[in-house]
């Protein structure tokens, strides 16, 4: 319900904005002509770092993403070809013959006010000092948003993933805290047996069962379920009584004659399902499978760590090819991935981004900022994330590609409208572009026209997201941490840090416009735009 909320904002602003003494069409026009590569830059950006998300290997994230990338792309569309004419069809279409309408009484109070409190906001913010002040402020928020990057960990906490009120917490409680730390089985599959009649090979298998039985946390040999060993005790036994001589061929003492009978046996039954038989004559047996039994693994790191001991075991064993199979292996390979993943994600991102701002702000210095003051925001969401209790999992790397995306429109809008060289006001009814000399007037014309509108954005984001704390979930409340995150952050860079560091770049460095260079156009000078009509000429100001 929050996707898009800042394109339309920002359009019934600059559409609010315009004079009511033009041509509707008119109107229309210089609303896209302000609003359009901002929001068509954040809009990119967005889809892009979404788009990304979807190539994570967690289904769930990857539907997610690839779900808000097509979300934003639609309220995009929908600006532009749906929201737009709402605005022109609901709006007056008669211009006024009169002149232009006066401004008197309180409201004329409230505009006079809200100027003074602009210029003087400005002029704050553009103080060498205040930069000095909100710098060391900043160093302080980058030290503890990079202390709690680094020490956010990867942990899958299944007990906060899933629902509180749900069935399925009760028997995952009892495996959690009572059967694993007692009895955590791991199963190896041998893909290609050994010839149990060769003395090495037979070595070699039996060597395997030793390097697992050694290991931390193991429980020892007599809780291991190995058939190999059941049947050399059962060929030993059935060996005294039998008369019969087995001609197989073997150096181990051991051959496959009495392989059938032993899995018919009643008290060896259980193996039939451990051995899979084939009809060759050479070896019987296609593949088998073993069970080692460990304890007190009630953590993830352990389980991680023993994880990578287990299959660095079967890879010495590579001629048997080896697989193992444990219950959460697929969960430690998802929080093996999930730090390399969030960094390669927000890597491209941060790349997509660059690109995506370069194509529409045009002024590498506007660019750079954008880039950091996004970057910023990013860091300083998943840091203060670590400190809000929250681990790295499938969830909150979703919710870290979103901060990712959102903090594009707290930083975008601001640069493109600093980085502008003139403006368009209505004097006496007629609208003039008057062009934009220092930080002082820049700074105004940035706050008039994005200030009210990422206000607007932040607070209907975080109201549509509020109703999810009623939930009480994991899930919804990595959400609404986050977003708040973002927006807190977003708003500070966008209406505070950000626009102190572009007063103090020289004025002249956001003169270079690398489509204005292509082009060879004048530089802007105060010049009267008079509607005539249907068309629009532009006449210099004497």
């Known amino acids: 319900m929050g996707i898009g909320v800042n394109d339309s904002f920002l359009t019934v602003h600059a559409w609010l904005r315009q004079s009511n003494n033009e041509n509707m069409q008119t109107r229309m026009g210089r ?38 990338a097509l979300a934003l792309g ?64 900043s160093l302080v928020y980058w ?49 290609n047996p050994p010839d149990i009649r060769k003395s090495s090979q037979l070595a070699r298998l ?30 030993e036994q059935a060996s005294i009584f039998d008369f019969d001589e087995d001609l197989e061929a073997r150096d181990s003492g051991l051959s496959y004659g009495k392989l059938e ?59 048997m090819n080896a697989t193992i199979y444990d219950v959460n292996a697929m969960f430690v390979d998802q929080i093996i991935s999930l730090k390399p993943l969030a960094m390669q994600s927000a890597m491209w991102t941060l790349i997509c981004m660059v690109v995506v701002c370069a194509l529409f702000i045009q002024n590498p210095a506007s660019v750079l900022l954008a880039s950091l003051a996004i970057a910023s925001i990013s860091l300083g969401t998943v840091g203060y994330l670590s400190f809000w209790h929250l681990d790295l999992d499938p969830v909150s790397l ?8 959102m903090s594009v429109d707290f930083t975008a809008h601001t640069t493109y409208h600093y980085q502008l060289q003139s403006h368009v006001v209505e004097r006496n009814g007629k609208s003039v572009i008057v062009p934009l000399r220092d930080p002082v007037d820049k700074l105004m014309h940035t706050v008039e026209a994005i200030a009210w509108p990422m206000t607007q954005a932040g607070l209907s984001t975080v109201i549509c997201i509020l109703p999810l704390v009623l939930l009480q979930n ?22 505070v840090l950000l626009p102190a560091c572009l007063a103090q770049v020289p004025t002249r460095i956001f003169d270079i416009n690398c489509y204005r260079s292509i082009f060879r156009e004048p530089p802007p000078e105060d010049r009267e735009m008079e509607t005539i009509g249907e068309s629009t000429v532009q006449t210099p100001l004497v």
């Open 31 to 68: 609303v896209f002509e302000e609003v359009g590569p901002s929001i068509t830059t954040t809009t990119l950006t967005n889809v892009i770092t979404f788009l990304i998300g979807a190539f994570t290997p967690t289904s769930e994230i990857s539907i997610f993403c690839f779900g808000t």
């Open 474 to 495: 994991y899930i919804p409340l990595v959400f609404v941490k986050t977003i708040s995150l973002v927006v807190i952050w977003g708003m500070w860079h966008g209406l």
């Open 74 to 137: 639609m309220a995009y569309i929908y600006t532009l070809i749906l929201f737009g004419p709402i605005l022109y069809y609901s709006s007056p279409t008669t211009v006024d013959k009169d002149g232009p309408r006066t401004v008197d009484g309180w409201r004329l109070t409230l505009r006079n006010f809200l100027k003074c409190l602009v210029r003087g906001y400005a002029k704050v913010i553009s103080h060498p000092a205040v930069s000095i002040v909100l710098l060391l402020g």
């Open 398 to 405: 979703g919710a870290i590609l979103m901060s990712i995306g």
């Open 143 to 191: 030290f503890f948003a990079v202390k709690g990057t680094v020490g956010l960990e990867s942990k899958l906490d299944t007990g906060k993933i899933l629902p509180i009120h749900t069935p399925i917490r009760r028997p995952n409680r009892l495996m959690e805290e009572i059967i694993w730390p007692e009895y955590y089985p791991l199963t190896v599959i041998v893909n």
């Open 261 to 319: 009978p032993f899995l018919n046996d009643t008290l060896r039954r259980q193996y039939q399902s451990f051995v899979k038989l084939t009809n060759s004559s050479s070896n019987p047996i296609q593949r088998f499978s073993l069970v080692f039994v460990f304890e007190k693994l009630s953590s993830w790191e352990e389980r991680i760590r023993l994880v990578e001991e287990w299959r660095g075991i079967v890879n010495s064993y590579s001629e």
């Open 206 to 235: 039996i060597k395997m069962h030793e390097d697992f039985e050694r290991m931390e946390h193991n429980r020892g040999k007599i809780y291991t379920l190995s058939w190999i060993r059941a049947y050399q005790s059962y060929y």
